[in-house]
C-alpha cells in the first residue's frame, strides 16, 4: 500500500524521503527519485509532514514511541500522519505523545487494496486538528477519489474504518455461506456470484470478493489474513469497551481464528470463506 501511495506523490512532483524495513521493496521508489533512509527518524524534519503505512498498532509504536528522535526532529510544526488501521487506543496515545513534542498527529486509514492505491483512488478516512488537516489535504487528495473527515478527534477515523471492515468481513462471510449452499445442491459459485453481483447486490465488494470467493483464489493476498484477524479483535475490543453487543463479531472471530489454526494466515483474508466450505464439507 505504501508503494503505490508514495509512487503517486512523486509523480505529483513531491520530494520524498523514505524508509522500508526491507530496504529492497523502496527500490523502484528511489529509481523514481525518492531518498531512502537508514531509519525512520531520518524521514523527518522540523516542520515537515511523515505519513507512516504500517501493518499493526506494534508495527506503528515500535516506530514512533520507541525512537526517541521520531517526534523531536518533527518539531515544531510537524505533521505526522498515520495511515494504518490501528487501535482507537494507540491513536490516543499518539495523539498525546506528539502534542507534548509541539507535532500534531492526524489519523488517516485508507480504504482499498494495493491497486487502488497504485492508481490513486483510495477514499482516505481522516480526523485530527482542523489547521493539520487544512495543510495535508491537498496531498491527500493526491492519492485518493475522497476524503471522509471524522472531525477533531484523530481515534474516531481509527474507530470508523474499523467499522468498515467488520462490515467487509460480514459480506464475505455471507457470501462463503451463500456460494457454499448453493454449490451444495448443483448451482456453481461463479453463477451464483454473477447472479448477487449484477443484480441487486452490485457493489465493490460483492463484485471484487465475490470473484475471489467464486474462483476461491486467495494468493496473492491484497491483504493477509492475519491482518484481518487484528482488525476484527480491535473492532470486538471496541464493542467489549462500549458494552455493544455483536453476534456477527463474534462469528467472524472464530472463523478468522479457525482458519489462522489452519496454517492460511497469509492468504488473502476472504479466504476465511473457505471455512463454510470445511463446514460443508467441500473443503480443499
Given at each position: 500500500m505504501g508503494q503505490g501511495i508514495a509512487a503517486n506523490l512523486l509523480k505529483g512532483g513531491y520530494r520524498l524521503r523514505v524508509f522500508n524495513r526491507t530496504s529492497e521493496k523502496a527500490r523502484s521508489l528511489v529509481e523514481q527519485g525518492a531518498v531512502l533512509v537508514d531509519q525512520p527518524s531520518e524521514a523527518a524534519e522540523s516542520g515537515s509532514i511523515v505519513f507512516t503505512m504500517l501493518a499493526d498498532d506494534f508495527a506503528l509504536r515500535s516506530v514512533v514511541l520507541e525512537s526517541a528522535d521520531f517526534a523531536k526532529r518533527l518539531a515544531p510544526g510537524g505533521i505526522h500522519v498515520s495511515m494504518s488501521t490501528i487501535s482507537p487506543d494507540t491513536a490516543r496515545e499518539l495523539s498525546e505523545h506528539h502534542a507534548q513534542n509541539g507535532v500534531v498527529f492526524l489519523s488517516a486509514p485508507v480504504i482499498g487494496r494495493p491497486d487502488r492505491a497504485a492508481a490513486g483512488t483510495l477514499f482516505v478516512l481522516l480526523a485530527g486538528k482542523f489547521e493539520a488537516k487544512e495543510r495535508v489535504s491537498p496531498i491527500l487528495e493526491r492519492i485518493s477519489q475522497r476524503i471522509f473527515d471524522f472531525g477533531e478527534d484523530p481515534w474516531l477515523s481509527n474507530i470508523a474504518k474499523l467499522v468498515f471492515n467488520f462490515n467487509i468481513a460480514a459480506a464475505i462471510e455471507i457470501m462463503a455461506e451463500s456460494f457454499t449452499l448453493?454449490?451444495?445442491?448443483?448451482?456453481?459459485?461463479?453463477?451464483?456470484?454473477?447472479?448477487?453481483?449484477?443484480?441487486?447486490?452490485?457493489?465493490?465488494?460483492?463484485?471484487g470478493y465475490g470473484d475471489l470467493i467464486a474462483r476461491q483464489a486467495y494468493e496473492p493476498a491484497g491483504f493477509r489474513l492475519n491482518l484481518g484477524w487484528k482488525d476484527i479483535r480491535l473492532v470486538l475490543q471496541i464493542a467489549a469497551e462500549s458494552a455493544t453487543p455483536l453476534p456477527i463479531g463474534s462469528l467472524l472471530r472464530d472463523r478468522l481464528l479457525s482458519a489462522l489454526a489452519k496454517g492460511r494466515e497469509d492468504l488473502d483474508w476472504s479466504a476465511l470463506a473457505l471455512c463454510a466450505s470445511d463446514d460443508a464439507g467441500l473443503g480443499k
Amino acid at each position: 500500500m505504501g508503494q503505490g501511495i508514495a509512487a503517486n506523490l512523486l509523480k505529483g512532483g513531491y520530494r520524498l524521503r523514505v524508509f522500508n524495513r526491507t530496504s529492497e521493496k523502496a527500490r523502484s521508489l528511489v529509481e523514481q527519485g525518492a531518498v531512502l533512509v537508514d531509519q525512520p527518524s531520518e524521514a523527518a524534519e522540523s516542520g515537515s509532514i511523515v505519513f507512516t503505512m504500517l501493518a499493526d498498532d506494534f508495527a506503528l509504536r515500535s516506530v514512533v514511541l520507541e525512537s526517541a528522535d521520531f517526534a523531536k526532529r518533527l518539531a515544531p510544526g510537524g505533521i505526522h500522519v498515520s495511515m494504518s488501521t490501528i487501535s482507537p487506543d494507540t491513536a490516543r496515545e499518539l495523539s498525546e505523545h506528539h502534542a507534548q513534542n509541539g507535532v500534531v498527529f492526524l489519523s488517516a486509514p485508507v480504504i482499498g487494496r494495493p491497486d487502488r492505491a497504485a492508481a490513486g483512488t483510495l477514499f482516505v478516512l481522516l480526523a485530527g486538528k482542523f489547521e493539520a488537516k487544512e495543510r495535508v489535504s491537498p496531498i491527500l487528495e493526491r492519492i485518493s477519489q475522497r476524503i471522509f473527515d471524522f472531525g477533531e478527534d484523530p481515534w474516531l477515523s481509527n474507530i470508523a474504518k474499523l467499522v468498515f471492515n467488520f462490515n467487509i468481513a460480514a459480506a464475505i462471510e455471507i457470501m462463503a455461506e451463500s456460494f457454499t449452499l448453493a454449490e451444495k445442491n448443483g448451482i456453481p459459485r461463479v453463477k451464483m456470484a454473477e447472479l448477487l453481483s449484477e443484480t441487486l447486490f452490485s457493489s465493490v465488494i460483492y463484485r471484487g470478493y465475490g470473484d475471489l470467493i467464486a474462483r476461491q483464489a486467495y494468493e496473492p493476498a491484497g491483504f493477509r489474513l492475519n491482518l484481518g484477524w487484528k482488525d476484527i479483535r480491535l473492532v470486538l475490543q471496541i464493542a467489549a469497551e462500549s458494552a455493544t453487543p455483536l453476534p456477527i463479531g463474534s462469528l467472524l472471530r472464530d472463523r478468522l481464528l479457525s482458519a489462522l489454526a489452519k496454517g492460511r494466515e497469509d492468504l488473502d483474508w476472504s479466504a476465511l470463506a473457505l471455512c463454510a466450505s470445511d463446514d460443508a464439507g467441500l473443503g480443499k
